[in-house]
Each structure stands twice: as C-alpha cells, then as structure tokens.
C-alpha cells in the first residue's frame, strides 16, 4: 500500500456513494489530518482511509496488499466494511484476531412527527430536556464523549444542535445530538445517550425515547434527514419503533489480537 503525502482529496473517487459512515467520511476529510493509502497511484482500485482508530476500506480487495494491510493495521484498530467482499477478505486476512460487529443504517423516508410525538412522555419532575447551550459544553458527558472526538476545531453551537437531559442543578443526565459538525448535505448523524447507569430508578420510564423524539422532530422540522446506524439491537429496535425501516446491514471490525504469523496465503 502506498501513504499518500499530497493532493489526496484526489484520490477520493472510491469513496463516492459509499453505503454506510458517509457522514464520518465527510467529517474526516473536512476536519481531521487524515491518511490515506492505495494500492497504486494510477487508477487505484483499492483504497484505505485511517482517521484513528478507524480505518475505511473502500473499492476492492486485493491479495497483493496483504502484507503491508496486517503490517499497518494493529491490535485495536476498528475497520469501516462497505459489503459482504471485504467481510470474507478481512476474516481470511486476520480469522480469529478480528472480532466482526454487525450494524443496520436505517432509512429514514418514513418518519413521521405525528407518531414521533405519540411517544414523547412527562420526564420526572426533577428532570428537564433542554437545547443544549455553550454551558452543558464545558464538563461532563457531552464534552467527553462528542465535543472531545467530533467538534475540537469548530463549535457545535455553531456547526450543531441538540438537546440535554439535565437535573434541578443542570447537570447533563443524557443527550441526543448531531455528532458531527454540520456540513454540506441535508443529513446528520443522530448519536443519544442517557446516563443510566448514574440513575438506575430512571430506566423503563421513556426518558430516553423521549429525548430522541425530541431532537428528530426538531432535526425534520428543521430540513435535515436523521440517519440512524444501529450497532446493537436495542438501538435497532428503538429505531423501527420510531418509524425508522431497515435499508443496509453492514459490519464493523474490531482488533483484539496482534496477527503474529506472516501472511503465507489462502
């Protein structure tokens, strides 16, 4: 595989129409150092993007590449599969050190705000959703887990929106958001979570149904299309719950174990 020094948004023609983490892909080209690798300059027919601890195969496989894939790609790398070719080609490449997830995008044409509301609930009088302001940004779950990976070079009250779960004090219980900084389309990612595990008596009450109605009725009735990837069951339920339809099953990758033998081939 040969790293691409300069000129590499040149070299991006595989990843157009790609089927699944387009809206991360626009991300790292738009703002993050990201590297890339192909299987050669003139007409490459592989491509590998690494914006760590990702890595995004787009094209084809190729045998002869192997080598210098296992030397580049470690222990603890996630990979990005666009279909069932580079599945088998993986699982050939690392068998047992690679750990295979798989995941649903969803098809968000059939949403409706009418339903979306039949499942916002009353919250418990101590809890309030809010839009999120510059002040639930500083500390807290919110920074750590999307401003620190997503918008360290932008502002989500500028590139973003979103709504907090927050208590009588305004600490943050649980979000739903735009995960990446908005960008050229009409579509965002929707990443929620709440908190439960620092308020077990909050669980099977709606609280996190409703906190993700909340932002997708905003998000519709603003013009955007939410895009829903489910990578477990629970969020794939919640998804069809909502109105959501499956569109693409896909799987991520993950590295648990250094490939120490030398690729010898089949």
């Not at 691409?4 to 991360?24: A, G, M, R, W």
């Not at 914006?51 to 496989?61: C, E």
């Not at 219980?173 to 579509?187: D, R």
């Not at 929620?192 to 996190?208: A, C, D, L, P």
Request: charged share 20%; proline share 5%; net charge negative.
């Amino acid at each position: 595989m040969i790293k691409i020094e300069n000129q590499k948004e040149s070299f991006l023609d595989l990843f157009q129409h790609y089927p699944v983490f387009t809206l991360f892909i626009e991300y790292a080209i738009l703002h993050v150092d990201y590297v890339l690798y192909v299987n050669r300059l003139n007409h490459p027919n592989l491509i590998m993007m690494h914006v760590p601890p990702a890595f995004i195969f787009a094209g084809s496989p190729d045998d002869n590449e192997i080598e210098d894939i296992l030397r580049i790609m470690n222990k603890g790398a996630w990979i990005v599969s666009p279909n069932v070719t580079f599945d088998q080609w993986l699982e050939k490449i690392y068998g047992s050190c690679m750990q295979s997830h798989p995941r649903i995008l969803f098809d968000e044409g059939s949403l409706d705000v009418n339903h979306l509301k039949r499942y916002i609930k009353p919250l418990p009088k101590e809890l309030s959703i809010v839009p999120i302001e510059e002040k639930h940004l500083v500390n807290g779950m919110i920074k750590e887990e999307i401003i620190n990976r997503f918008f360290i070079n932008t502002s989500l009250m500028t590139h973003g929106f979103g709504f907090a779960l927050v208590n009588e004090e305004d600490v943050v219980h649980g979000f739903a958001l735009t995960n990446y900084p908005l960008a050229s389309t009409h579509e965002i990612e929707v990443s929620y979570r709440v908190g439960y595990e620092s308020f077990q008596k909050y669980r099977n009450q709606g609280i996190g149904t409703t906190l993700v109605c909340t932002f997708l009725i905003e998000a519709i009735q603003r013009g955007y299309k939410p895009i829903w990837d489910a990578a477990n069951e629970v969020s794939a339920h919640i998804a069809r719950k909502l109105g959501y339809i499956d569109k693409y099953q896909w799987k991520m990758h993950h590295i648990i174990e250094q490939k120490t033998k030398k690729w010898s081939g089949g």
